[in-house]
Every structure is written in C-alpha cells, then in structure tokens.
C-alpha cells in the first residue's frame, strides 16, 4: 500500500472561497457527528436570504458535491448523511473562519518573497 497523498489544497481552498460552502463545514465540525442533509438545508436557511427551495438546490447539485470532490465531506446519498472527512480535519483554522485571519493575510513581506525564490 502506497503513502497516503497530500490533499489539493488549492482546490480546497477554492472550495472553501464562498461562505456557504465554509458554513457547511463548521456545521459539521460544531455537530461533531454525521448530519442529514436537510439537517444542513434548516441550517443554511436560517442563516441565509433565499428561500428553502433554492438553498436546498444548491446544497445538492453544488455545495455538497463540491465538498465532497475536494475530500472534506463524504456524502452517501443513500443514507443521507454527510460527515468529515481526515483531510476536513488538516484544514487551517483561519480557511474556515476568514474573519480570525489578520487584514493583511496575503500580502508578502520582503523576507516571504525572499523564500519563495529560493
């Protein structure tokens, strides 16, 4: 058996761009256990402007395959449930809660710049 890959993050993190996609994995991280899908649709619902129905749409054709793509949920639609997975547990803090991370996060200092061509 082969050593385990590292995840994607860039594709990580560009799953983790939008809000309701980093909601959807605090939820689970604050559920600490496996949700139901319409557990997760009341969720986002209640923290959102659309309706039900639209929420609910994009949960399932957009949100949750995206997650599921990049290895943070597994999603079994049979059973209707959606837990973490090992990679949704090596995830930065600040990814999931942009507003802990400092104002200037993405700006390199000269000493930064300086690593990045070595």
Known sequence: MG???DPDWESIFHALSKPERRTTVNFLFDSD????FDAIAAHLDETGDESRTDVE?????????MLDRVDL????RDGDTVSLTETA???PVGALNPS?????V????TSDEQRADD
């Open 73 to 76: 949920v597994d999603w079994n």
């Open 89 to 91: 547990h090596r995830v």
């Open 57 to 65: 749409v994009r949960l399932y054709h957009v949100t949750l395959p």
């Open 3 to 5: 050593a385990p890959t």
């Open 100 to 104: 802990t991370l400092p104002q200037q």
């Open 33 to 36: 256990q496996p949700a139901t």
């Open 106 to 109: 993405g700006v390199a200092s």
